[in-house]
């Protein structure tokens, strides 16, 4: 707890996506990532991302998102825009962004680039071989008293 008595955020646990149908989300997500599936329940889906989790929920009725997003964090690019283009889906901007089938906007990031960090043990749980920080996120770190 903070000195004003206030709670502090750690970071987030999951998100929730809401999908048109669950089988077909995890055959959409199925064909770009490599992910585990920690369960299904009726209309739900929970995709294990190491030590947080994906939810897809059933019954999306909005519109599609225009600047709301969530950032995936993935170990290497190259592979989603290849996948992405193989499945016909159309990037967002000049970041490796796109929407899925129901509108959800995600942004791809790697994990090199960016001061996201996992605990050495949970990378390797994960089977991710190359998690070195490029300077420029180390640097973020530093500027927090982060850094390695």
Known sequence: MTEQGKARALGINHVVLEVGNVDEA?????????????????????????????????NRTQEPDGQRHFGLVVDDRAPVRQALADLGVELIGKRLNFRDPWGNRV????????????APHILEGMGVENAEKTPEAIEELAKKGMAP
């Open 107 to 118: 942004e791809v990031i790697s994990y090199n680039d960016i001061q996201f960090t996992k």
């Open 26 to 58: 995890l055959e959409f997500y199925g064909a770009i990532f490599d992910f585990t599936l920690r369960g299904k329940r009726e209309g739900r889906a929970f995709i294990d991302l190491g030590d947080q989790f994906l939810q897809l929920s059933e």
